[in-house]
Every structure is written in C-alpha cells, then in structure tokens.
C-alpha cells in the first residue's frame, strides 16, 4: 500500500473493532460471573464484581446501593434457584457496557417457587482495567 494515511487508518479501524470485540468477550464473561453469583452468593465476590455506586433496581420498584444488594442477596429471603438468560445483547461505548437481557429463573422465596421471566438492561463501567457493575434494572 502506498498511501501511508490508508494504512494508519486500516490499522485504526482493526484495533478500534477489535477493541470492542475484547470489551464485549470481557462483558460477556462477567455476565455469566454474576448469573452465578445471583444463584450462589459470595460476599467478597459480590463487593468485587459490583462499583461502590451500584444501583440495582428489581422488577418490583425496589432499589438498592451496593450493601443492600449484598446483604439481601446473603440473607436467602428469596433465592434464585437457576437463572437462564435469553436474547442478551452487549454494547460497549469507551469504558461503558451496555447489556439486555431476558431472566428466565426459578426462585424460591421464603419456601414458595416462583417463577420469573423479565428484562433487565445492565450498565457496566470500566475501573481499573475491570468491569463493574454500576447500575440494573429489571422490569416486568
């Protein structure tokens, strides 16, 4: 190629797209890292995976701050049993994830099953070179 303009930007569009791909593999692994999670909590692994300034909303209207979440997700009041995730889409736009998705999951609350099938959108920021989640919402 002879044009030099050409190749830098040849090269600018690969590492741009390949970036993206690298955020959305990254994304999608902590997705799963918290489905898990959400099934079997871990205090220490909920505080890594969750920002300082979480705000997760449920499908119900409450909202709760990252220590809420973690302490009712610890207390078993409602338990998810499985969780399975439909039609998930990742969108990243320079250190902010975007993901939705469709929870499809059996919970056991208070000793009754129930099940679940609602949408949730995910917001995830970049600190440190590691994925956080910033903010959930679920809705009906």
Known sequence: MKNPVLLIALFLTIGSAFGQHTSQSELEKKVEELRILLIHPEQHELRRITSSQLSYGHSNGRIENQEEFIA????????????????????TVDDI?????????ETNNEGETVH???GVLLVWHKEANDWKLLARQAFK
């Open 97 to 105: 994830g975007i993901v939705r998705h469709t929870i499809v999951a």
């Open 116 to 118: 679940i099938k609602i």
């Open 72 to 91: 009712y997700m610890l207390s078993g009041v409602s338990k998810f049993v499985t969780i399975e995730l439909q039609n998930q889409t990742i969108d």
